[in-house]
C-alpha cells in the first residue's frame, strides 16, 4: 500500500505561484508513475501531470503547459507540482496518485489539497 499525503494548497492572487507536494509513505515511489490530476467545482476530474519512474518523463495537460512543472525526489519519497501564472479557471481540488509498473490506472490516490484563484 502507498499512502498519499498533498500539501501546499491555498489561496493566492492569479498570476501567483504555489508549489504542491506530495509525501508519499508505506512504499518507495521510486518505481511509480506518479501524476497529479485536479478537480475543479462542477466539473470532472482531469489530468494535469505526470512523471515517469524511469528517467523521469514528464507529461502535461495542454492547459498547463509552460506553467506547470512536475518534478520528483525519491530520495524524500516526495513528488512535487510547481504551478506558476495561476489563473481562476486552475482552482480545484488537487490530487496526487501513483501508477504501478505495468499498470494502466493509477492504483493509489491522495485526499487532495485545494487551490483557489482570486482574480
Known amino acids: 500500500q502507498v499512502r498519499l499525503v498533498e500539501s501546499g494548497g491555498g489561496l493566492v492572487q492569479a498570476g501567483g505561484s504555489l508549489r504542491l507536494s506530495c509525501a508519499a509513505s508505506?512504499?518507495?515511489?521510486?518505481?511509480?508513475?506518479m501524476g497529479w490530476f485536479r478537480r475543479a467545482p462542477g466539473k470532472e476530474r482531469e489530468f494535469v501531470a505526470a512523471?515517469?519512474?524511469?528517467?523521469?518523463?514528464?507529461d502535461y495537460a495542454d492547459s498547463v503547459k509552460g506553467r506547470f512543472t512536475i518534478s520528483r525526489d525519491n530520495a524524500k519519497n516526495t513528488v512535487y507540482l510547481q504551478i506558476d501564472s495561476l489563473k481562476p479557471e486552475d482552482t480545484a481540488v488537487y490530487y496526487c496518485?501513483?501508477?504501478?509498473?505495468?499498470?494502466?490506472?493509477?492504483?493509489?490516490w491522495g485526499q487532495g489539497t485545494q487551490v483557489t484563484v482570486s482574480s
Open positions: 508505506g512504499r518507495t515511489i521510486s518505481s511509480y508513475t
Open positions: 496518485a501513483a501508477k504501478g509498473r505495468g499498470t494502466t490506472a493509477y492504483d493509489y
Open positions: 512523471i515517469t519512474s524511469s528517467r523521469s518523463i514528464t
